[in-house]
């Protein structure tokens, strides 16, 4: 099973901007879909972006559609995630996940290995 890494989170005032990054510390994740997913304290996880393994198309909620942009480099097996225009509702636990090559899903329950997530906070 693919082990997932993310990195890149912080601090950031509103309107700033963030790159996190999702690697795989072990195996390869080229034929898997890939999910964003986040969980604010007291809060529960909420997916809000997905990246097909075939073509790289992409699905956002209409909370961050617009703002964020995710990509994957394949040669460097890693998952983009472009953060613009952060909001300090934003504050978050960010994690990215595996799920099988079947589309692209929101759902958290779609996805079967996780990375042990990045705090992000957004605040003035």
């Known amino acids: 099973q693919v082990q997932l890494v993310e990195s890149g989170g912080g601090l950031v005032q509103p309107g700033g901007s963030l790159r996190l990054s999702c690697s795989a510390s072990r195996g390869t994740f080229d034929d898997l879909t890939i999910g964003w997913v986040r969980q604010a304290p007291g809060k529960e996880r909420e997916g809000f972006g997905s990246v097909s393994s075939s073509d790289g198309s992409t699905i956002y909620t209409n909370s961050v559609r617009g703002r964020f942009t995710i990509s994957r480099n394949y040669a460097e097996n890693t998952v983009y995630l472009q953060m613009n225009d952060l909001r300090p509702e934003y504050t978050a636990t960010y994690y990215c996940?595996?799920?099988?090559?079947?589309?692209?899903?929101?759902?958290?329950?779609?996805?079967?290995?996780w990375g042990q997530g990045t705090q992000v906070t957004v605040t003035s």
């Open positions: 996940s595996a799920g099988p090559p079947l589309g692209l899903s929101f759902r958290a329950s779609f996805y079967k290995s």
